[in-house]
C-alpha cells in the first residue's frame, strides 16, 4: 500500500496528477469548520481524479465534525448531493461514499464506517 497526501497546496498541484492510478482509492478530505464553501475548493481534485483515473474508487470525508452545526451539515450534504445532479456529474469521478467524521474519536462510528469503506474498495 502507498499513501500519498498531497494536502493541496497550490504550488505542488501540477506535480500530483503524476501520482494517480486508475487502481487508487482517493480520500478527498475537506474541514467542515470551513462550510459549504469547501465543495467549491474540493472539485477541482474531483476533475482531475476524473481525468487521470477516470474508474477510480472515490470517497469524500468531511472532517471536524464536532465544530460544524446541523444546519450547516445539512447544507454540505445537499451541495455534494448536487454534484452529482448537476451538469459537472459527467467530469466527475462516481463518488462511492460521503463521510463526516471527528477525527478527535478515532474508535467512533462515522471512523469505524470510514476504514470499514476504504477496506471495501481497496
Known amino acids: 500500500i502507498t499513501i500519498w497526501d498531497f ?64 444546519g450547516d451539515l445539512r447544507t454540505i450534504q445537499q451541495a455534494l448531493e448536487d454534484l452529482t445532479k448537476a451538469e459537472i456529474k459527467d467530469f466527475l469521478p462516481k463518488i462511492e461514499s460521503i463521510h463526516f467524521v471527528n477525527t478527535l474519536l478515532p474508535n467512533s462510528a462515522g471512523m469505524s464506517e470510514l476504514r470499514l469503506k476504504i477496506m471495501s474498495v481497496a
Open 7 to 70: 494536502a493541496g497546496q497550490k504550488q505542488f498541484y501540477v506535480t500530483h496528477q503524476c501520482f494517480l492510478s486508475q487502481r487508487g482509492v482517493y480520500l478527498v478530505v475537506f474541514s467542515l469548520k470551513r462550510g459549504v464553501e469547501e465543495i467549491d475548493r474540493i472539485k477541482p481534485w474531483l476533475y482531475t481524479i476524473q481525468s487521470r483515473s477516470p474508474n477510480a474508487h472515490v470517497i469524500i470525508v468531511g472532517t471536524h465534525l464536532d465544530t460544524a452545526g446541523a
